[in-house]
């Protein structure tokens, strides 16, 4: 347990793993474009990091469940990249529903043998682009190694299955200590914990149990808890009582994107996950918008933020902000927006006016 709330402490505090350099100086990220909008997404991301003059080079692996492009030696091929590169920026890798002899799809493995117990989902309003709820800046922390998402199923008798949810006091200390170390780092004043204890007194009991625990340990941070049935009534009600919240696994992939809606939806909120040597940059509500698949109407924000903040983790400040700045330039602006967001631009327009930005 000691070491996993060092890894825990190790990855809150330092959000910036030793990059791996080539001769040339530019630094190595392993890209996984995934399914559905990613390669285009990516595409975007290569475009805008060439007009940026950004020192990185990608190392490309093509992993599809769904396009025939799934094979051990190729996940054993991509975990050998993440390992040597340390980062990594991927688009939504598409799980079948279908059921082809194992549970656990090729994304679920990826977060497992790279130990990727933190996703981190940063939920903030855009200026510029109007909703419901303004000036939004709250954050969502999901612990993503166990619970619902074990990939332990069993039919016991015809008819009846069997679906088991892992909660464990050592992941519980981890992710809730890596959610008030970040509270910490980052100047948030509280650590909400949801959960559903009322109902699963043993699992969910354990994991607030562990939250409150480790809220003793930081007194000047507040803690409090809220079930999750009642919290998304409240994130669409009233979100601006939160500040961090953390949680297990299956709520906090429906929070993410509860959350993601309050301020534009899927294409505008950038997430990261967190081991304590590796980190990958993704979108914070992962949909591969399979049906918007080759039609150039995707927006590219989500991942180009996200390629953003994976520029600061290696430590490309300057190249990090030129990114980002121009991101929310073209959106402030409002004459160049994607379908999601009102608007009639292609991506490759709103890209093109990224980098139109870059240069001014």
Request: proline share 4%; glycine share 6%; aromatic share 6%.
């Amino acid at each position: 347990m000691a070491a996993a709330l060092r890894a825990a402490a190790g990855a809150a505090r330092r959000l910036s793993v030793p990059a791996v350099r080539n001769t040339d100086g530019r630094y190595r990220v392993t890209m996984i474009p995934g399914d559905g909008v990613g390669p285009e997404l990516m595409h975007a991301v290569k475009e805008v990091f060439q007009a940026a003059e950004v020192p990185v080079v990608f190392e490309e692996h093509h992993v599809s469940e769904v396009q025939n492009m799934a094979s051990d030696q190729k996940l054993q091929q991509l975990l050998s990249s993440v390992k040597d590169t340390r980062v990594a920026i991927k688009g939504k890798m598409h799980t079948p529903m279908e059921y082809k002899g194992e549970f656990a799809s090729f994304e679920m493995k990826l977060r497992k043998m790279l130990d990727l117990f933190a996703n981190v989902v940063h939920v903030q309003s855009l200026p510029g682009y109007p909703t419901r709820h303004v000036n939004l800046d709250l954050v969502v922390i999901r612990e993503q190694t166990e619970g619902e998402y074990s990939s332990l199923e069993h039919e016991s008798v015809q008819g009846v299955v069997e679906c088991m949810k892992i909660i464990t006091r050592e992941k519980s200390r981890r992710i809730a200590k890596f959610a008030f170390d970040f509270a910490t780092k980052n100047g948030r004043r509280k650590v909400t914990a949801v959960h559903k204890a009322n109902i699963m007194k043993l699992g969910d009991g354990l994991f607030l149990q562990c939250c409150r625990e480790m809220a003793d340990l930081y007194p000047n941070i507040i803690h409090d808890s809220i079930i999750i049935d009642n919290c998304c009534m409240q994130l669409v009600s009233d979100p601006h009582q939160f500040d961090v919240l953390v949680m297990p696994n299956l709520y906090g992939n429906i929070i993410d994107n509860l959350a993601a809606g309050l301020v534009g939806g899927a294409g505008v909120v950038p997430g990261e996950s967190f081991s304590s040597e590796y980190a990958v940059y993704e979108t914070g509500a992962r949909h591969p918008f399979s049906q918007a698949m080759g039609r150039n109407i995707a927006n590219p924000t989500a991942m180009l933020l996200s390629a953003a903040n994976m520029l600061r983790h290696i430590n490309l400040e300057f190249h990090s902000n030129m990114v980002a700045q121009a991101v929310r330039k073209v959106i402030r602006q409002g004459k160049v927006r994607t379908y999601d967001m009102g608007g009639y631009s292609t991506s490759a327009e709103f890209t093109a006016a990224v980098i139109t930005n870059l240069e001014s």
